[in-house]
């Protein structure tokens, strides 16, 4: 009797997390080689949602909004990454396109919806719940409602630390570091990487110098965005393929940015890597479930004593 | 005719016709609608208690659903467990909430801005994930079902809630009381403190508002009104699940809040009603038409920011004075 | 309590942020029934004092006694409770209510009216003391208008009204004609000049002229700690302040 707009409401707790580990990979392994795994596929998904996280903490420290959207910026990417590397063939041309496609996607997005509201800092949280809503129904339109899987591009095991470990992960993890180092590059070396941070720094400074704040702050949107849809496409061969595979990662993202402190770069890396090792080693010995509630509630106490980071300095 | 004048005849208006949706409707042909009225007046419930917090304190919460679903397992437990009757039963939902509601707030209400909305969301998936894992408490998803008890028993007269019109006019009767205390609310002294604590927090401390235990009450009275309408859903649904704990629906409660206009009385059932009409008129005929209620929140947001409820105000302003709305009521709490 | 109790007596208060050392040990005794001002460059930490009186911000060290208990410790809106209210240099009321319902909410609240139930609106007293109120700044012609769209000074009279709700025995004023055109400043200074024979009055002002002009008693205030006290003529012949003052031009 209850009508159809509790769709909206699905079953997230129990279906695959795309954070947590795949346990089949490692049946038949002695314990302690269990748990190591677990860890390096909490290492794995770490540098994959820093590169997500990283996207999400620049949006906030410049524009001072929170991009509920940012989840789902992700799951374009990874659905973006399946239809291409399908149609195409080649999933390195997906990896090329997607993020590109972020860049472009993103500018539209700060111009028509952002920009006119930026601002009025609790609204945005509201105009990207609708974004939100949007995009999903938009994809679920489209490209449907049934989660997909993508293939590796590269298959087969490496023999490391007595464990056969799948290449095609490693090689994420590794792509995903080298992404990550070649962002702050970027920002420390680059004209354009100086005015972000300066923009960051203060704003109104920033336009005195004759810094084009307007534009620099709808690029960093861009950027953002495009950072979320690469780390889909990483992870597309190593998650499902859905329409809703944001909502999981979203929360996830906002854990490393809170942890690491809002606006703190270096601070969201090293916050994501930690919590998902973290979440990996728990949920060894407990369910995915309680892992979850345990890095939530290690957030909010986070929040709630240090609101500027784990590795803010001793302020306050 | 005078403003608050226009305004009282709308109220008495919107009354009647809530009243007699159970006769006309059916007489119309559209007896499904009686539900779907019945619908809204629940949900709006949750829209007041987001308005609540961010029409008049000031504070945007996306974490409602927690306090939804206290409110509707508080029903189910207590009836599956001791077999209490249908107003103990709401009470202990709203207590439940309430109850809950405070102790989440003594920490939450500690933050403001992101971080407030950020603790909310954190501290209301924490129970989400929790009551997913508690099966044998809560049935997680598939949820927990129950036989309401009547709504009035005395001797061989009762009233149960399998008669559409008793289950009707139980919800209207309850989701009504909540609007007019929230309406004395509003215009009372602590009304007044939320409004001030709204508006400027460090002015409020200094003429001697305790600020955060203003937004305490606040938040534990948002948490009761969610509460409750999570108990309504419980009897409406006959059943309790954790998946509307999850932080979609404080996002669609949130939705309907800003779309009926925050900081007005009527504004939430403006929203709610506006958007579950659409819902069911739109659906049916499009599958997809969460993309038209995406694209209404942010073209609310960006062109109506008063929403609803402010059209309409400015519109009875129009009637009343022959010109545009002037500074008279902005920011009042008496919009009816 | 004798009758020649100071209105506040501070002592060793020290305030750093961040290693920077905005109040350094300060002590003084703000005599009653005198109007006190605290002059000094910018900089030299009055505003601070001011945050460290009301309980904005948390004080490193020292004691601040006021009627007989230091209040260090103690929460903003319970240091109004007990008497002492303040203005802010940046005017600050509640600028998208009623000028009437600025004033009723701080009368409510310092009759510790907070009944979910009833009507603000209908309580008598309460709407007479209002009434009041904002007859005694002037404003009763602005009772009914948005407080956001009032002009400066009439904000800074609603503002001082707010402040006299609480009944404060110790009226703290920060800057209190800073933006006011000539016959604006005048109101405000007459009206200050009114005040002060009732409550102890504290200000903190840039405008010399002004100060000269109605303080009884001056402190003046450079890196954190005092730099002399006196008079209006001990202090305009006080070769140390000159040296600050010169030393240290202000840019304004």
Redo the contacts between chains.
């Keep these: 009797m209850l009508s159809s707009h509790f769709d909206l409401t699905p079953s997230y707790g129990s279906r695959q997390n795309p954070i947590c580990v795949k346990w089949t990979t490692f049946s038949g392994h002695l314990v302690n080689e269990l748990v190591f795994a677990l860890a390096v596929n909490g290492l794995v998904w770490g540098l994959i949602i820093a590169l997500i996280a990283l996207g999400l903490s620049i949006i906030f420290g410049l524009l001072d909004i929170i991009n509920v959207a940012h989840g789902d910026f992700f799951m374009l990417g990874t659905v973006g990454g399946l239809v291409i590397a399908v149609s195409t063939g080649s999933f390195w041309l997906a990896l090329a396109l997607v993020p590109l496609f972020g860049l472009l996607l993103g500018a539209i997005i700060e111009r028509v919806v952002i920009r006119p509201t930026l601002g009025q800092a609790s609204l945005t949280i509201v105009t990207t719940f609708g974004l939100s809503m949007i995009i999903q129904e938009v994809v679920r339109a489209t490209y449907g409602a049934q989660p997909r899987r993508l293939t590796p591009p590269i298959n087969g095991t490496v023999h490391v630390f007595g464990l056969d470990y799948d290449i095609y992960r490693l090689c994420a993890a590794l792509f995903a570091a080298a992404c990550l180092i070649a962002f702050f590059l970027f920002l420390s070396r680059t004209k354009l990487g100086t005015w972000i941070r300066a923009v960051r720094h203060d704003p109104e400074t920033a336009t005195t110098l004759g810094i084009p704040v307007t534009q620099v702050s709808a690029f960093t949107f861009a950027l953002g965005t495009a950072l979320a849809m690469l780390g889909g496409v990483i992870a597309a061969p190593i998650t499902t393929v859905e329409f809703r595979t944001g909502v999981d990662v979203l929360p996830f993202c906002f854990m490393a940015v809170i942890i690491g402190g809002l606006g703190n770069l270096q601070g969201t890396v090293a916050a994501a890597v930690l919590l998902a090792v973290l979440e990996g080693l728990v949920s060894s010995f407990t369910e995915p479930t309680m892992a979850r509630i345990v890095s939530l509630g290690f957030m909010s106490v986070v929040l709630l004593v240090r609101p500027h980071g784990l590795f803010a300095g001793a302020t306050r | 005719m005078t403003t608050s004048g226009l305004r009282i005849l709308f109220s008495v208006v919107l009354l009647l016709v809530l009243v007699a949706v159970p006769y006309v409707l059916p007489a119309l042909g559209a007896t499904f609608w009686v539900n779907i009225v019945s619908e809204i007046l629940i949900w709006s419930l949750l829209a007041a208690s987001v308005n609540l917090l961010l029409g008049y304190v000031g504070l945007l919460s996306f974490g409602q659903a927690l306090y939804f679903g206290f409110g509707m397992y508080g029903v189910v437990l207590s009836i599956n467990t001791w077999g209490v009757g249908f107003w103990p039963a709401l009470a202990i939902g709203v207590i439940a909430a309430s109850a809950m509601a405070f102790v989440t707030g003594i920490f939450a209400v500690r933050l403001t801005w992101h971080y407030f909305a950020i603790i909310t969301v954190v501290f209301s998936l924490i129970f989400y994930f929790a009551a997913m894992s508690t099966k044998w408490l809560t049935g997680g998803d598939d949820g927990l079902s129950f036989t309401p008890p009547p709504v009035l028993s005395i001797g061989s007269f009762r009233l149960s809630l399998a008669d559409a019109e008793v289950q009707y006019y139980t919800i209207l009767v309850i989701v009504m009381a909540c609007f007019a205390l929230k309406y004395l609310l509003v215009n009372s002294a602590l009304g007044l403190r939320f409004m001030a604590v709204r508006e400027n927090d460090r002015r409020a401390a200094l003429i001697g508002i305790n600020v955060y235990f203003t937004r305490l009450a606040a938040f534990v009275l948002a948490g009761a009104l969610a509460g409750v309408s999570g108990a309504l859903f419980a009897f409406f649904g006959r059943y309790a699940s954790a998946s509307y704990m999850f932080y979609h629906v404080s996002g669609e409660a949130v939705v309907w809040a800003i779309v009926g206009g925050t900081g007005s009385l009527l504004g939430p059932l403006a929203g709610t009603g506006a958007l579950i009409v659409f819902r069911e008129l739109v659906s049916t005929a499009w599958e997809h038409y969460l993309i038209a209620v995406g694209a209404i929140t942010i073209l609310v947001v960006m062109f109506m920011p008063r929403g609803l409820a402010g059209g309409w105000d400015a519109l009875i302003q129009r009637a009343a004075t022959g010109k545009a709305g002037t500074s008279e009521t902005a920011g009042v709490a008496e919009k009816a | 309590m004798s009758a020649a109790a100071p209105a506040l007596s501070i002592s060793g208060l020290t305030k750093r942020f ?1 290693g920077l050392v905005a109040v350094d040990g300060l002590s003084i005794d703000l005599e009653s029934g005198k109007l006190n001002a605290v002059i000094g460059p910018n900089g030299a930490g009055k505003t601070t004092l001011f945050n460290l009186i ?1 309980g ?1 911000i948390p004080a490193n060290a020292g004691r601040i006694m006021f009627a007989g208990r230091d209040i260090i410790g103690l ?3 319970d240091i ?2 007990r008497g002492i ?2 203005t ?1 240099q940046i005017k ?7 000028v009437m ?1 600025n004033v ?3 009368v ?3 009759e510790r ?9 209908s ?1 008598r007293s309460a709407a007479r003391r209002t009434e009041e109120l904002i007859a005694e700044v002037g404003l009763s012609e602005h009772s ?3 407080a956001s ?1 009032l002009s400066y000074g009439d904000v800074a009279l609603l ?1 001082l009204a ?2 006299l ?2 009944e404060p025995k110790l009226l703290l004023l920060d800057e209190p004609v800073c933006g006011m055109g000539p016959q604006e400043t005048e109101r405000a200074v007459n009206m200050i000049r009114k005040l002060s024979k009732r409550i102890d009055v504290v200000l903190i002002e840039h405008d010399m002229e002004v100060v000269f002009d109605i303080a009884d008693y001056i402190m003046v205030m450079a890196q954190g700690s005092v730099l002399a006290t006196g008079t209006a003529s001990e202090i305009a012949a006080n070769s140390k302040v000159q040296e600050a003052y010169l030393g240290t031009p202000e840019d304004e």
Excluded at chain 3, 92 to 98: C, D, M, P, Q, Y
Aim: aromatic content about 4%.
């Design positions: 961040d009301t904005e929460k903003p809106h109004v409770r209210s303040r802010l600050s009321v509640f600028g998208g209510l009623t319902d009723r909410i701080a409510l609240t310092h009216m907070a009944s979910p139930f009833r009507s603000a609106r309580l009914q208008d948005l769209s503002e707010l402040a709700a609480a």
